[in-house]
């Protein structure tokens, strides 16, 4: 998204930019829609020279915190009124809001005086819908697309507690490394369970885990 192109964000982007030589979101705290309120940590990189003040603009843009300063880089927690924003201007309805609804913001996100670049998730049908209400107020480019890769405690919740323990272990002693540091019947030992228990234990959430990571397939 370019700045520019927009005509009020409620704050004054040059004059930040005048000083910041971008920012960097770090981690989103608050989103309030009802007080037209964000709080967020950034960091924040500074032109060579300049200083960082605690306000600017209108103070719709506050410096509530200076966590950790590290030469050129300030890492802030930063409170943003965006009641003058995109999402609340003179054509502002419900309908505008309820695009928020099927979408989270997550980071990275990254500004500086030429452009804004988020990060969503979300499905197909609701990005698209949001791409189209944004595109009137400026100039969208979708960078990139990425499917969800699953954690490790993702493909292992979906296993009993004696599953979840019998496979751990046998990894950690080496079961399923080549050649095998320890077999089937050594690892049984160590959970006090016959060698026919722990084998049946592990052959279910084997097929569980790759049952989910091929989904797809």
């Known amino acids: 998204m370019d700045p520019s ?7 004054d982007y040059l004059q930040l930019f005048e ?6 979101g770090k981690k989103l705290l608050k989103l309030d829609f009802e007080n037209n309120r964000k709080i967020l940590v950034l960091d924040i990189h500074l032109k060579p020279g300049k ?22 880089i300030q890492t802030c927690l930063v409170s943003l009124n965006f009641s003058q924003t995109v999402f609340a201007m003179e054509n502002y309805n419900q309908d505008m809001l309820s695009l928020f609804d099927d979408i989270i913001f997550d980071l990275p996100f990254f500004g500086n005086k030429s452009k804004f ?38 493909l292992l919740d ?6 979840r323990d019998a496979i751990l272990l046998a990894k950690e002693l080496g079961y399923y490394e080549w050649p095998r540091k320890m077999n089937a ?10 060698k026919s228990t722990l084998v049946e234990h592990l052959r279910k959430a084997e097929n569980k885990i790759i049952n989910q990571i091929l989904i797809d397939f």
């Open 5 to 11: 192109q927009i005509k009020n964000f409620g704050l």
């Open 19 to 24: 000083e910041f030589d971008y920012i960097e």
């Open 51 to 72: 200083r960082l003040s605690r306000r600017y603009a209108d103070g719709n843009f506050k410096i509530l915190e200076i966590f950790r300063s590290d030469r050129d």
């Open 117 to 154: 670049t988020f990060s969503l998730i979300t499905e197909n049908q609701y990005l698209d819908r949001f791409f189209n209400q944004l595109q009137k107020y400026g100039k969208i480019k979708l960078v990139s697309v990425q499917k969800p890769n699953q954690s490790s405690e993702d």
């Open 158 to 163: 979906g296993l009993t507690p004696r599953q």
């Open 185 to 194: 019947g050594q690892i049984a030992k160590h959970m006090n369970i016959t």
